[in-house]
Nanobody, 115 residues
Framework: QVQLVESGGGLVQAGGSLRLSCAAS????????MGWYRQAPGKQRELVAA???????NYADSVKGRFTISRDNAKNTVYLQMNSLKAEDTAVYYC?????????WGQGTQVTVSS
């Protein structure tokens, strides 16, 4: 069983930056995919960025060039560096880890971007 705890969210002005962290209670070395998702009020949860065990990354078009996902297996942590934030990035951000057939989600962290 793996537990995920996100941190780093908060209130930031448009154009600013935040770095989200997702710390896993167990080893993420075997994780097939780790990702960040977000859900804005009244909208469906959507993929923001994902990184595979091999280091391949995938980004939503809306964040390409502004967000960077990375993982540190030694620290059992996945990060999301968010730059040039926009008001439309406001949402609850969730971490997800897939290990084999198991799928784990964090509790979410709020990101609010003021324009």
């Amino acid at each position: 069983q793996v537990q995920l705890v996100e941190s780093g969210g908060g209130l930031v002005q448009a154009g600013g930056s935040l770095r989200l962290s997702c710390a896993a209670s167990g080893s993420i070395f075997r994780a097939n995919v780790m990702g960040w998702y977000r859900q804005a009020p009244g909208k469906q949860r959507e993929l923001v960025a994902a990184i595979t065990s091999g280091g391949s990354t995938n980004y939503a078009d809306s964040v390409k060039g502004r967000f960077t996902i990375s993982r540190d297996n030694a620290k059992n942590t996945v990060y999301l560096q968010m730059n040039s934030l926009k008001a439309e990035d406001t949402a609850v951000y969730y971490c997800r880890v897939v290990i084999g057939p198991d799928d784990y989600w964090g509790q979410g962290t709020q990101v609010t971007v003021s324009s």
